[in-house]
């Protein structure tokens, strides 16, 4: 059905204006204008003719199967002709027209009501509240905007309508061809991920690139994102804090919208964009190169500062330059005087002309252990700048154009013109080194997606699910949404998660007996319904090392805690293993309005909640995005080898990640859990979780 919608063989304009300069006219002239092939329909009960076409007074007065019927007509009006469209039998509605959800409830009800008359008829809604469609393959021009853009293979599907029309002219500067551009408006029936299945069978789009303000249903849209069979780059707009959920969990607190999106789309093999510039960048590389077969990246200059300048980049990029080997030290080095460098970044000194950048580009590029190729140039009195740019440009067509290059120019007036011819000829160009190589940190990226391929998650087969529910249904026949910490652990447990061992005594007799059973020295907790936090009610001893001592401890906390909440009932009092010291760190999970459950990870103590270093993933998370998501925050390093100390045991820390993944996607009624702290000890030694909460929904 998107077919008739995106590749229309006939299109009516309802609502289509005599009177230039309203939105209905325009649609009408843009269409004619930029040339679309098939058949054009102009609908108003007024009759008569706009621009040379016959006026249809109704939908159903058109003599011909109508694919499209693009819709301009005031918001009241719509439901009367979506009625007509169905009758009529069109496949797709675009509709232009604002004033539906997007302005409060009465606007949704409208929407509401118009997407169930467009499902009765089997027809599919493209917005409201859009520009409309432009095809530069297909010679569509469906909005009101003459702003057609610069032509070519990526497809940009936009949540904002003005956006899209700037975009379209900035295409022009940039050189980012573009085959169709979308406006999804509202995406009252037709969403992201219809448009994204769409595209992939579609061969004139070679990018996908989506600019987002919310998604409507986040897991079906990494559900369709992640089987991608081209790049997909996404800037996500809107990445305030709102969709956090409740400050209640210490990792619940930090559940930030835009870090949650940003994990999710990392799971998703989606290209993040930070910015607008950013986005630009990423969709030119991706629809002009292929990715790279090799990590090897040669950068080549006439100048050391900004080879300093790229390298310093390179490293924040991930990107890690090594030299090259020696036979192609050999070759660079007939193209540069004794003070050159052959090093990584090669410089040819401000003396290189365009021979010079000729022959060090070819030999470049056709060395196998170039994976990708940087090619800088600072302007200097010596040479002309339309030289060096020719020259890089016949070199590039001469090597058969395989392997991935980017280019940046620093200079004047003359410089950026050369530039300029350099961008024409589908070279990505950039003003400044650092965004040359973050272009290419792009590229790279995708390179890195592609590798990964399509990872399913297997789940755990050792996990006790009966388990886990009779402690959740016992809790719930108490009333209570959450879980006592020996009960929390329980549940951790049932799936597998290594946790300290924690029993509960209600005797100092029985505290004693485990405490044997466990080995002191050990740690004891009160367990009551009614005391949240256990250490201000004097209700936590770390470290109890006798049994005389056991005893004791037993009814101090019982007295403890009688004093600070006379009413509070008591458990008992939960006599734990005594964990060694480890690395600090924290798994807990929470559930997003877009995504649903999530999974956190974070360094334990107060720096995580400083530095807001916790990265996020979409449950089930597989071990794979597990050890990417473990990686992924600042504070890596301290995973090791570090001090002297040996590296920690991720591998058992990416399988806990997944394992309370899979506890979360298992049993929805989980709303928030923590794991804080876990000790994570050195590699192959594991880790156990130290204190855990879980909170029912
Ligand atoms: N079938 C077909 N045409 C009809 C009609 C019907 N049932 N009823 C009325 N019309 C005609 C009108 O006669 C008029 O044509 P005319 O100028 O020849 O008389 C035409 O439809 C438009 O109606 P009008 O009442 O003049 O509305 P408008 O042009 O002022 O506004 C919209 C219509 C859709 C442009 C406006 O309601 C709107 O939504 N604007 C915002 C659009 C926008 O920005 N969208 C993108 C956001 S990113």
Redesign the pocket.
């Given at each position: 059905m998107l077919e008739r919608l995106l590749n229309p063989r006939t299109i009516a304009v309802?609502?289509?204006?005599?009177?230039p300069g309203?939105?209905?006219h325009e649609v009408l002239r843009n269409l004619i204008n930029y040339g679309f092939p098939g058949k054009i329909y102009p609908?108003?009960?007024?009759g008569g003719e706009i621009l040379g076409l016959r006026v249809y007074r109704?939908l159903l007065e058109v003599p011909d199967e109508v694919d499209l019927a693009v819709i301009?007509?005031?918001?009241r009006?719509v439901p009367?002709?979506v009625e007509d469209a169905g009758r009529k039998g069109v496949k797709a509605l675009a509709i232009?027209?604002?004033?539906f959800s997007e302005t409060g409830p009465e606007g949704a009800e409208l929407e509401r009501r118009i997407v169930e008359t467009a499902r009765r008829y089997g027809m599919r809604i493209l917005g409201p509240?859009?520009?409309g469609i432009m095809s530069t393959s297909k010679r569509i021009n469906a909005t009101f905007s003459g702003l057609t853009p610069y032509p070519g293979s990526v497809t940009i599907i936009s949540q904002?309508?003005?956006l899209l029309i700037a975009m379209a002219g900035r295409t022009w500067i940039e050189k980012v061809g573009i085959n169709d551009m979308i406006?999804i408006?509202n995406m009252s029936d037709i969403t992201f991920p219809d448009l994204l299945q769409y595209y992939y069978g579609d061969e004139s789009t070679k990018v996908i690139g989506l600019y987002i303000e919310g998604l409507k249903k986040g897991r079906e849209f990494i559900e369709v994102a992640r089987r991608a069979n081209k790049p997909i780059v996404a800037l996500k707009a809107g990445v305030s804090r709102r969709g956090a959920l409740a400050a209640a969990s210490h990792t619940g607190s930090l559940a930030g919208s835009a870090a949650v999106y940003r994990g999710a789309f990392r799971q998703a093999r989606v290209v993040w964009a930070n910015d607008l510039d950013d986005f630009f960048d990423k969709m030119l590389v991706l629809s002009l190169l292929r990715p790279p077969e090799n990590g090897h990246v040669l950068i080549i200059t006439n100048g050391g500062g900004v080879g300093v300048l790229s390298t310093d980049e390179a490293e924040r990029q991930g990107i890690e330059l090594e030299d090259p080997p020696k036979d192609l030290k050999e070759e660079l080095r007939k193209y540069m005087p004794e003070f050159g460098s052959d090093k990584n970044p090669v410089d040819l000194t401000g003396m290189a002309t365009d021979k010079e950048y000729y022959g060090t580009v070819s030999a470049a590029l056709s060395h196998p252990w170039v994976g990708a190729l940087v090619v800088l140039f600072c302007e200097t009195a010596l040479t002309s700048p339309q030289k060096v740019a020719d020259a890089i440009v016949r070199a590039y067509d001469d090597s058969g154009r395989t392997k991935p290059i980017v280019v940046s120019f620093v200079g004047g007036p003359e410089t950026m013109k050369a530039a300029d011819t350099v961008k024409e000829r589908g070279i990505p160009i950039y003003k400044s080194p650092e965004l040359a190589l973050r272009a290419l940190a792009g590229l790279m990226e995708y390179a890195r997606i592609l590798k990964k391929g399509e990872p399913e998650f297997r789940p755990f087969g050792d996990v006790d699910r009966e388990r886990v529910r009779r402690v959740l249904d016992a809790a719930r026949a108490e009333g209570r949404s959450f879980l006592l910490e020996h009960e929390a652990k329980e549940v951790l447990e049932a799936y597998g998660v290594p946790v300290a061992r924690t029993r509960v005594a209600s005797s100092p007799e029985e505290a004693v007996a485990l405490a044997r059973e466990t080995g002191l020295p050990v740690v004891m907790k009160i367990v009551s319904p009614d005391i949240v936090h256990k250490s201000d009610a004097g209700g936590v001893f770390v470290g109890v090392r006798t049994e005389e001592e056991v005893r004791e401890t037993f009814n101090k906390i019982v007295e403890n805690a009688k004093k600070y909440k006379p009413d509070a009932r008591i458990v008992g009092v939960t006599v734990q293993e005594l964990a060694p010291q480890g690395l600090e760190v924290i798994v807990g999970a929470t559930r997003d309005p877009q995504f649903g459950p999530v999974v956190a990870f974070g360094l334990g103590g107060v720096m995580v909640e400083a530095l807001k270093d916790v990265s996020f993933r979409v449950a089930p998370v597989t071990p794979e995005d597990a050890e990417e998501m473990v990686r992924e925050i600042k504070a890596r390093d301290l995973l090791g080898p570090f001090r002297g100390q040996k590296p920690r045991d991720v591998g058992a820390l990416k399988e806990v990640i997944s394992r309370i993944s899979q506890l979360v996607t298992d049993f929805p009624e989980i709303s928030e859990l923590d794991a804080n702290p876990v000790m994570l000890y050195g590699e192959g030694e594991g880790l156990k979780v130290v204190d855990a909460r879980i909170i029912l929904a």
């Amino acid at each position: 059905m998107l077919e008739r919608l995106l590749n229309p063989r006939t299109i009516a304009v309802v609502g289509a204006s005599h009177k230039p300069g309203k939105v209905g006219h325009e649609v009408l002239r843009n269409l004619i204008n930029y040339g679309f092939p098939g058949k054009i329909y102009p609908v108003n009960p007024k009759g008569g003719e706009i621009l040379g076409l016959r006026v249809y007074r109704s939908l159903l007065e058109v003599p011909d199967e109508v694919d499209l019927a693009v819709i301009v007509v005031p918001a009241r009006i719509v439901p009367s002709v979506v009625e007509d469209a169905g009758r009529k039998g069109v496949k797709a509605l675009a509709i232009i027209t604002s004033g539906f959800s997007e302005t409060g409830p009465e606007g949704a009800e409208l929407e509401r009501r118009i997407v169930e008359t467009a499902r009765r008829y089997g027809m599919r809604i493209l917005g409201p509240n859009i520009v409309g469609i432009m095809s530069t393959s297909k010679r569509i021009n469906a909005t009101f905007s003459g702003l057609t853009p610069y032509p070519g293979s990526v497809t940009i599907i936009s949540q904002s309508g003005a956006l899209l029309i700037a975009m379209a002219g900035r295409t022009w500067i940039e050189k980012v061809g573009i085959n169709d551009m979308i406006s999804i408006g509202n995406m009252s029936d037709i969403t992201f991920p219809d448009l994204l299945q769409y595209y992939y069978g579609d061969e004139s789009t070679k990018v996908i690139g989506l600019y987002i303000e919310g998604l409507k249903k986040g897991r079906e849209f990494i559900e369709v994102a992640r089987r991608a069979n081209k790049p997909i780059v996404a800037l996500k707009a809107g990445v305030s804090r709102r969709g956090a959920l409740a400050a209640a969990s210490h990792t619940g607190s930090l559940a930030g919208s835009a870090a949650v999106y940003r994990g999710a789309f990392r799971q998703a093999r989606v290209v993040w964009a930070n910015d607008l510039d950013d986005f630009f960048d990423k969709m030119l590389v991706l629809s002009l190169l292929r990715p790279p077969e090799n990590g090897h990246v040669l950068i080549i200059t006439n100048g050391g500062g900004v080879g300093v300048l790229s390298t310093d980049e390179a490293e924040r990029q991930g990107i890690e330059l090594e030299d090259p080997p020696k036979d192609l030290k050999e070759e660079l080095r007939k193209y540069m005087p004794e003070f050159g460098s052959d090093k990584n970044p090669v410089d040819l000194t401000g003396m290189a002309t365009d021979k010079e950048y000729y022959g060090t580009v070819s030999a470049a590029l056709s060395h196998p252990w170039v994976g990708a190729l940087v090619v800088l140039f600072c302007e200097t009195a010596l040479t002309s700048p339309q030289k060096v740019a020719d020259a890089i440009v016949r070199a590039y067509d001469d090597s058969g154009r395989t392997k991935p290059i980017v280019v940046s120019f620093v200079g004047g007036p003359e410089t950026m013109k050369a530039a300029d011819t350099v961008k024409e000829r589908g070279i990505p160009i950039y003003k400044s080194p650092e965004l040359a190589l973050r272009a290419l940190a792009g590229l790279m990226e995708y390179a890195r997606i592609l590798k990964k391929g399509e990872p399913e998650f297997r789940p755990f087969g050792d996990v006790d699910r009966e388990r886990v529910r009779r402690v959740l249904d016992a809790a719930r026949a108490e009333g209570r949404s959450f879980l006592l910490e020996h009960e929390a652990k329980e549940v951790l447990e049932a799936y597998g998660v290594p946790v300290a061992r924690t029993r509960v005594a209600s005797s100092p007799e029985e505290a004693v007996a485990l405490a044997r059973e466990t080995g002191l020295p050990v740690v004891m907790k009160i367990v009551s319904p009614d005391i949240v936090h256990k250490s201000d009610a004097g209700g936590v001893f770390v470290g109890v090392r006798t049994e005389e001592e056991v005893r004791e401890t037993f009814n101090k906390i019982v007295e403890n805690a009688k004093k600070y909440k006379p009413d509070a009932r008591i458990v008992g009092v939960t006599v734990q293993e005594l964990a060694p010291q480890g690395l600090e760190v924290i798994v807990g999970a929470t559930r997003d309005p877009q995504f649903g459950p999530v999974v956190a990870f974070g360094l334990g103590g107060v720096m995580v909640e400083a530095l807001k270093d916790v990265s996020f993933r979409v449950a089930p998370v597989t071990p794979e995005d597990a050890e990417e998501m473990v990686r992924e925050i600042k504070a890596r390093d301290l995973l090791g080898p570090f001090r002297g100390q040996k590296p920690r045991d991720v591998g058992a820390l990416k399988e806990v990640i997944s394992r309370i993944s899979q506890l979360v996607t298992d049993f929805p009624e989980i709303s928030e859990l923590d794991a804080n702290p876990v000790m994570l000890y050195g590699e192959g030694e594991g880790l156990k979780v130290v204190d855990a909460r879980i909170i029912l929904a």
